[in-house]
């Protein structure tokens, strides 16, 4: 059974650009959830879907945003870069429209904003 | 508003020794409790969960943590460290109901001497 996909690994981009970021969940999976990591904030909820609704956001500038699709897959955008929006961004899956079940994160992207 | 608290963002411990990660929480709720683990240049994987059942949670790993409602931990535990433990370990908080979504400790960095 494949894990949770994120393409790509790794990313350079420039400010002021904008990127978008993709995530596959487990088959079967509905709710799609993005974190980002950083050594200063460390782990922060960015937001969470469920058959494609955005059901919560956290504390993120809008240029932070996110969709998912009938299949599941999500998308996160983050439009005019900003230095301290490096950070490796981490997607997680769960079967479950409840939290006990668990998550299971992907690998993440690293994303560098030069 | 729901917060966690690692105590002791570096953990060293010998080969052999027992593992000892604190966790405190905060939550107004009945909450869901995890511990997950991150080697380096990946994603975060499951260690074990509360979900309200037993307050002895066993995990993989030989790892295991207690829930204490009296004094708001869940505190991980390993009885034998092995060089292959060393990673950063973060604890977790969500609530049962409300908000999907998961609230971070810091983490804390995990060390095994030969």
């Known amino acids: 059974k494949a894990g949770v996909t994120q393409t790509p690994r790794y990313l350079i981009k420039t400010r002021g650009q904008q990127v978008t970021l993709s995530c596959s969940p487990i088959?079967?999976?509905?709710?799609v959830s993005w974190y980002q990591q950083t050594p200063g904030q460390g782990l922060q909820f960015l937001f969470e879907?469920?058959?494609?609704?955005?059901?919560n956001k956290g504390n993120f500038p809008g240029r932070f945003s996110g969709r998912q699709f009938s299949n599941s897959r999500s998308e996160m955008n983050v439009s005019t870069l900003e230095l301290g929006d490096s950070a490796l961004y981490l997607c997680?899956?769960?079967?479950?429209?409840?939290?006990?079940?668990?998550?299971?994160f992907g690998s993440g992207t690293r994303l560098t904003v030069v | 508003a729901q917060s966690v608290t690692q105590l002791g963002s570096h953990v060293s411990v010998s080969e052999g020794a027992l593992v000892l990660l604190r966790c405190n929480y905060s939550s107004s709720v009945p909450p869901y409790l995890f511990w997950y683990v991150q080697y380096p240049n990946q994603g975060l994987q499951l260690l074990l969960k509360y979900t309200s059942a037993a307050t002895l949670v066993k995990g993989i790993n030989g790892f295991e943590a207690e829930f204490k409602k009296s004094e708001t931990s869940f505190h991980l535990t390993k009885p034998s460290a092995h060089m292959s433990d060393a990673a950063e370990y973060f604890c977790?908080?969500?609530?049962?109901?409300?908000?999907?979504?998961?609230?971070f400790g810091q983490g804390t960095r995990l060390t095994i001497n030969p």
């Open positions: 977790a908080v969500s609530e049962i109901q409300g908000a999907q979504k998961l609230v």
């Open positions: 997680a899956s769960s079967f479950s429209e409840t939290q006990g079940i668990g998550y299971t």
């Open positions: 088959s079967g999976h509905r709710s």
């Open positions: 879907y469920f058959s494609e609704t955005q059901r």
